[in-house]
């Protein structure tokens, strides 16, 4: 993903979430991001762009049974 890409889905989850704590880091993999919220990794983003008129973005979120038993 481009520098762009990466400010614009950042800008686009904290609106979109309502936080301002969120961030977007890059990967050595070029196909995808880090999402991280409060400095914990929250979840990967991939990016969709093999048809370059229709991209597309998927987050992936990861939910640990440990952490609903902290709740």
Avoid: C, H, W
């Avoid at 481009?2 to 196909?31: C, H, M, S």
């Avoid at 370059?52 to 902290?70: G, M, W």
């Amino acid at each position: 993903m481009t520098a762009q890409q990466i400010a614009d889905v950042q800008a686009y989850l904290k609106k979109r979430f309502g936080v301002e704590n969120l961030t977007v880091k890059p990967r050595k993999v070029e196909d995808s991001v880090e999402v991280y919220l409060n400095d914990e990794i929250l979840g990967l983003l991939y990016i969709d762009d093999e048809d370059k008129d229709d991209v597309s973005y998927d987050l992936n979120i990861s939910i640990l049974q440990q952490d609903l038993d902290e709740m």
